[in-house]
């Protein structure tokens, strides 16, 4: 079995020489040929294939960079929308919990919420049930 596998190995390396050489006879035949018919050199196939190889090795590269930044823009976006959500909610509390009447979102202010994805509902200007039934107003805390 081994000398079969040999033997496979063998015929492999030479169709891959046999490839190779078929391959630089025929760009030394454009080269030949567009030389001869007075062709620029921009027109020879084999000058063309290589600016092809090279396009298609930089469209690769690009595109992996561009994968790369939206992964990083996306984990960024999610990163400013936890954020902001959290803010959000402490502000809400903080109005709920010291008595202050809350205006409603402007018309600008409830689309970036809602572009942001925000699960913070409006607050509105309702007094905490604590404070109605006390009829007292609660002391701040100082910091």
């Known amino acids: 079995m081994e000398t ?3 033997k496979l190995e063998a015929m492999f390396r030479k169709s891959e020489a046999d490839l190779e050489y078929i391959e630089k006879r025929l760009k030394l035949d454009f080269i030949n040929s567009t030389a001869e018919s007075g062709c620029p050199a921009e027109e ?14 930089k469209h690769t590269a690009l595109c992996s ?15 400013i929308r936890g954020s902001l959500i959290n803010a959000m909610e402490l ?3 903080f109005q709920q919990t010291t008595d202050v009447e809350v205006q409603p979102l402007t018309e600008s202010e409830q689309e970036s919420a809602e ?3 925000s699960t913070v509902s409006q607050t509105t200007a309702e ?8 009829g007292q107003q609660q002391p701040l805390s100082k910091l």
């Open 44 to 57: 020879n196939p084999a000058v063309m294939l290589e600016n092809l190889r090279v396009i298609k090795a």
């Open 4 to 6: 079969t596998v040999e």
């Open 65 to 79: 960079q561009v994968k790369e930044m939206a992964a990083a823009q996306k984990e960024s976006m999610d990163s």
């Open 91 to 93: 502000i809400q509390h």
């Open 115 to 117: 572009l942001l994805g």
């Open 127 to 134: 007094v905490p049930p604590s404070v109605e039934t006390s």
